[in-house]
């Protein structure tokens, strides 16, 4: 029998960072052999907050980062599909089927069309914004996806995908798997700044490619526990980003444990704290780093990458979408 599948992805607007790390990329890189991966790199989706022709043409640039990033982490083009969005045009026609099943007063319920307007202070929302749920459901049900590892940012988005494979289903006959969502071991990381979310968007990141010299720099200047003024001061944990950090990448466990129960202790200083954390998070980028160098220097692997990536995937797309079609009574 074939192996189940999964669909994730990332839009490409900069580089990867620990977020999506912990987020997804582990879940990715664990699950390669397991299941037949189709990891899309949403140019489409950029399009939902970025329409200046400027921004646009940053997205060739950020679409060979990301390419880079997956490599770099052990992602493996020769066990998954990578591909661009765009590139695969029978998602918009599906994207369009889809959007006669779902109410317009669905789309906005979806949390995180709040969070952006806020984030971004957007007043009024585009279509395309407030669709963007419906376009990542036809991502995802083109490739009849079982299973989706995103961060607990993008639950509800697959609980859509859910409710739209289940609606289809049922008016039509049975086309689309319901998928589950996969969220990473630390569902949400928060930002340097100590913003709920480390994002893009926000430029409160760590990237997977900073240098060493950068990830000192940032985690010397992380946001922590606000209430302590003096390294005698007990200190807080819970939700202080920098132990976040510490229980999600720093893989002395010993350290840690004796970390934590210095600070709340008033024993030892935010600074040390931080610096054995930046040390940490070296330690967990170099063999990224490493890779990184080599795969860099290899001529037009990202171009090949997706020659067959956008291929494979396009073939998927014009299979579903004549079953689709088919069923409706389309054809
Ligand atoms: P943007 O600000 O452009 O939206 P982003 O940093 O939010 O960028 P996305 O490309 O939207 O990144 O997200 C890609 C994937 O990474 C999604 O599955 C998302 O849930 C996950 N992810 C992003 N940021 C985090 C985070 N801080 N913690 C856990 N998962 C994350
Ligand atoms: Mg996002």
Do not use: W
């Not at 052999?33 to 060739?60: M, R, S």
């Not at 979806?110 to 279509?127: A, C, F, N, R, Y």
């Amino acid at each position: 029998m074939d192996k189940k599948r999964i669909l994730t992805g990332d839009r490409p607007t900069g580089k990867l960072h620990l977020g999506h790390y912990v987020g997804t990329l582990a879940n990715r890189v664990r699950l390669q052999d397991k299941y037949n991966c189709f990891f899309i790199i949403a140019d489409l989706h950029v399009l939902t907050t970025k329409t200046g022709k400027k921004e646009i043409g940053q997205i060739n640039k950020n679409v060979r980062h990301l390419i880079l990033d997956y490599l770099s982490v052990g992602i493996d083009p020769k066990k998954s599909v990578i591909y661009r969005q765009s590139r695969v045009p029978e998602v918009a026609y599906l994207s369009l089927l889809f959007s006669m099943l779902v109410t317009v007063p669905r789309c906005q319920r979806v949390p995180t069309l709040k969070e952006v307007m806020h984030d971004l202070k957007i007043t009024k929302p585009s279509l395309g914004l407030l669709t963007y749920p419906v376009l990542q459901a036809a991502d995802i049900l083109m490739v009849k996806a079982h299973l989706v590892p995103v961060g607990k940012d993008q639950e509800s988005h697959i609980e859509l995908t859910r409710e739209i494979a289940h609606k289809f289903n049922e008016m039509y006959g049975r086309v689309f798997p319901e998928p589950k969502t996969l969220i990473g071991e630390v569902p949400t990381l928060p930002g340097l700044d100590g913003k709920a979310k480390m994002s893009k968007s926000l430029g409160n990141c760590i990237y997977l490619s900073d240098s060493e010299k950068e990830v000192k720099e940032k985690v010397m200047g992380m946001y922590t526990d606000p209430t302590r003024i003096h390294s005698t001061d007990p200190g807080h944990i819970k939700g202080n980003p920098v132990f976040i950090y510490h229980n999600a990448f720093n893989q002395d466990k010993e350290e840690v444990e004796e970390l934590k129960k210095h600070y709340q202790a008033g024993e030892v200083g935010d600074v040390e704290v931080k610096e054995r954390l930046a040390k940490a998070i070296n330690v967990f980028l170099d063999p990224i780093r490493f890779r990184r160098a080599k795969f860099e220097k290899e001529k037009n692997l990202v171009e090949k990458i997706l020659e067959k990536g956008n291929q494979k995937a396009r073939q998927e797309a014009q299979k579903t979408l004549g079953e689709v079609k088919e069923k409706m009574g389309l054809e």
